[in-house]
């Protein structure tokens, strides 16, 4: 304990004077005084006031409540929320995911990661009491599972009826509020045909409209509520089947019209009627628990050090590798022998793809203090693609197989449900050859954690080949068979498939 306040202290004053003698690598934001606050669900980190903070953490709490209310606790398992509250728009600026060149005009911001889910946000200025942009994204890591089937009209007029989720007594919460951007471009603007609508795709121009108020995504809203909530209750009871036939490779507009039991034009000219008629009732979900209730908010102080490891770890995530380094780089000036700066360079030489440095580097983090579930993670990656190094993928020799073996089973003790975890070991022990029941056992638990992660399947069958079960593997693979899975994951799919024909091996 006295070390490490004699270390902070040391930081401290390291710090200090950086700034005094205004050294160019004294980083303005990183001097302001930052903590993190705690949740039972997300982790906050700010130099704003803690009011604020408290406020917004109370709203994401009680966000996520209620959809574990409504969808099971187990719809909302996921990587870690971490939220960089920023005080203001100008503070926030550097840290903005940049858009030709400069930083994106956007009040808040969800970057989602198979490591980490990151929301972004300012705490003042003409956006800072909405936090609908940051329940729309919320929402999509929430709706994951349906990700592979859903069409993009569904996917975000979904999340365009749960941004304007509110609380309205502690047992009562709303969805589906008018939005009155998508009002005015309804109102400016023809109806795209629905047969246009369903085409929409990622690559789409439409789907790439700034701001999430273009065309598309303001009917996506209007088809989404009017079949939810414009109260017709045979709309509502069908509208929960679109979902199943999806699923079953049928393609929106057949899913659409059988779902429904009626055709692209007559629903077109419902939706006309349902527009100008102008009435857009929320749903009021009585829960069964109070959201008002007092939830646990703890708050520590950051040192410098952790400050510069933490507004690192946001630019890397966000692409801005160069700026990151800047602030990794600071921390290791201000303290050479803590893990923090090892850990941030090692995790930022992954994502730039060299091996050997991030291996180094996360080795020696290691050695100087504890790491976090990704760090191991990612060294057992690096370290696993460093000594295979190549395409051909073969068993390791015992002592790095068991290092690589003992990161990931840390990684998991830190991080128990982390999916990419689950599926690195059940890989790694696929490959040894030694404990095929337990590769099975961990991939089929990354699937549970990430079903709309379809590459997991691939592995899944190729343990279950292994395992000289041929007809498993069949049929664990048929499902990627359909049309809304990944191309280069069917194509492989297609390929297995068609080599289990020449497997000799006896079924289990």
């Not at 701001?211 to 079949?227: D, N, P, R």
């Not at 679109?242 to 077109?268: C, I, K, Y």
């Not at 410098?304 to 800047?326: K, N």
């Not at 020799?397 to 690195?424: Q, V």
Request: with cysteine; aromatic share 10%; charged share 20%.
């Amino acid at each position: 304990m006295i070390r490490h306040a004699l270390g902070v202290f040391t930081a401290l004053l390291a710090w200090a004077a950086t700034a005094a003698t205004g050294q160019p690598d004294a980083l303005p934001l990183a001097q302001r005084l930052w903590f993190e606050a705690r949740t039972p669900y997300f982790q906050i980190y700010s130099c704003a006031s803690t009011q604020e903070v408290a406020r917004v953490a109370m709203r994401l709490e009680q966000f996520r409540s209620a959809y574990s209310l409504l969808a099971g606790a187990q719809a909302v398992a996921s990587p870690p929320i971490v939220v960089m509250a920023f005080p203001d728009r100008a503070a926030m600026q550097p840290f903005l995911p940049r858009y030709q060149d400069k930083p994106a005009n956007l009040s808040a911001f969800f970057n989602r990661g198979s490591d980490q889910n990151l929301i972004v946000l300012s705490l003042s200025g003409p956006d800072a009491g909405s936090l609908k942009v940051i329940f729309h994204e919320y929402t999509h890591l929430l709706l994951r599972h349906n990700q592979p089937y859903w069409p993009m009209w569904l996917t975000e007029g979904m999340a365009e009826i749960y941004a304007t989720f509110d609380v309205r007594g502690g047992n009562h919460a709303s969805i589906g509020h008018p939005i009155d951007y998508h009002l005015r471009v309804l109102a400016q603007r023809p109806l795209l045909p629905l047969r246009q609508l369903f085409a929409v795709g990622r690559d789409s121009p439409e789907y790439n409209e700034r701001e999430h108020q273009g065309i598309f995504y303001a009917e996506s809203w209007l088809l989404t509520h009017y079949l939810m909530l414009g109260g017709n209750p045979a709309h509502k009871a069908n509208f929960r089947q679109l979902t199943p036939l999806l699923r079953q490779g049928q393609s929106p507009e057949q899913a659409f019209t059988n779902a429904l039991h009626t055709t692209l034009p007559a629903m077109e000219a419902e939706l006309r009627r349902y527009l100008a008629n102008g009435k857009f009732a929320p749903l009021e979900l009585p829960l069964s628990a109070n959201l008002d209730i007092a939830r646990s908010f703890v708050t520590r102080g950051l040192t410098p050090i952790e400050t510069c490891y933490r507004l690192g770890d946001e630019l890397q995530h966000i692409g801005q590798l160069e700026a990151a380094e800047s602030y990794f780089v600071q921390a290791r000036k201000l303290a050479p022998g803590s893990p923090l700066p090892c850990e941030g360079l090692g995790l930022l030489a992954a994502r730039r793809g060299q091996h050997a440095e991030a291996v180094r580097l996360l080795r020696q983090a290691m050695q100087l203090g504890p790491l976090n579930f990704l760090a191991h993670y990612i060294y057992a990656r690096e370290q696993f693609m460093l000594t295979v190094g190549g395409p051909n993928v073969h068993a390791l020799e015992k002592e790095p197989a068991a290092e690589i073996r003992t990161a990931l089973n840390k990684s998991l003790t830190l991080m128990p449900d982390f999916g990419p975890a689950h599926h690195l070991l059940g890989f790694f022990e696929l490959v040894q050859g030694e404990d095929l029941p337990t590769a099975e056992k961990q991939i089929a638990r990354a699937i549970q954690l990430e079903p709309e992660n379809q590459s997991y399947l691939l592995t899944l069958a190729q343990v279950q080949l292994a395992r000289s079960d041929p007809a498993a593997a069949r049929r664990t693979l048929e499902p990627l068979r359909l049309p809304y899975v990944q191309p280069e994951v069917r194509a492989h799919a297609e390929e297995m498939i068609k080599a289990l024909g020449q497997f000799s091996g006896p079924a289990n």
